[in-house]
């Protein structure tokens, strides 16, 4: 027993010849955001469905909270506490920002725990989502339908999804895909905000984002992990610069 939220075993998955997640080890453990990062074609998403259970590995093995996960199914892997954001859109467009989350506690509610009596358990609904709501980016923006939402506020509100089914652990596949300057940096204060609760393993692009939010970061290279560490260490891993960061200049 490590203690660790996720732990990835030895990972392998192939297509044809092509091998895209190649002996892959890492952890996540409470309190830490561990960044996966890599350039285009690196394996990145693949491995992200594999810990999803989307897709079924080769070899190696998935645990959740010291549970082998690895033959689990997607369900099983949410009600086990692993929540996820999708790069495609997953809300209720004409429903309201509340609406979306209250259907989402409504869900946990529901599988979780049990309230018999139906005033009490309306109140239970709306006291957490609106708990969910308040000091949020979307806590003015409550009553709008989904589709008159920004594409930054739309990334907030899936946030705020996942968060309503209380996961042990969130899986985030490049959060700031698509966000302008000012909704990054807003992304970046929310996924700081919801860190202190919720260790994440986080795909992304944006090395601001990577180096303002990871407590270890992993480079995945052609489907292996050619380095993991702090971020100090990753600027400073010269394999990394080489391979992945570029050029000295674009680290600062
Ligand atoms: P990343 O998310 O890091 O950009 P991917 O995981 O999407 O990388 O892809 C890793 C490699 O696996 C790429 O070479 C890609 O073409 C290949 N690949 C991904 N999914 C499939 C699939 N379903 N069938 C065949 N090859 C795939
Ligand atoms: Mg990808």
Known sequence: ?????LE??????????LIATD??????????VHALIGPNGAGKSTLINQLCGELVPDEG??????????????????????GRTFQITNLLTEMSVRDNIAMAVQA??????????????RRALWAETD??????????????????????????????????RKPQLLLLDEPMAGLGAA???????????VAQATPMLLVEHD????????????????????????????????EVREAYLGAEDELC
Not at 24 to 29: D, N
Not at 152 to 161: D, F, I, S, Y
């Open 1 to 5: 027993m490590t203690g660790a939220v």
């Open 8 to 17: 990835v075993k030895c990972l392998v998955k192939r297509f044809g010849g």
């Open 23 to 32: 002996h892959v080890s890492l952890e996540v453990r409470p309190g830490e």
């Open 61 to 82: 093995a998935v645990f959740l909270g010291g549970q082998d996960v690895t033959a689990a199914s997607v369900p099983d892997r949410v009600a086990l506490g692993l």
């Open 108 to 121: 946990r509610m529901g599988r979780n725990f049990r309230i018999w009596d139906a005033v009490a358990r």
């Open 131 to 164: 708990g969910l709501l308040a000091g949020t980016a979307l806590d003015t923006r409550a009553h709008v339908p989904v589709a008159g939402l920004s594409h930054g506020e739309k990334k907030q509100l899936e946030l705020l999804v996942a968060l309503a």
């Open 183 to 193: 909704e990054s940096h807003e992304m970046i204060v929310s996924l700081r905000q």
């Open 207 to 238: 090395m601001e984002a990577v180096f303002a939010l990871a407590t270890r970061i992993s480079v995945l290279v052609y489907g292996r992990i050619i380095a993991s560490g702090s971020v100090e260490e990753i600027r400073a891993n010269p």
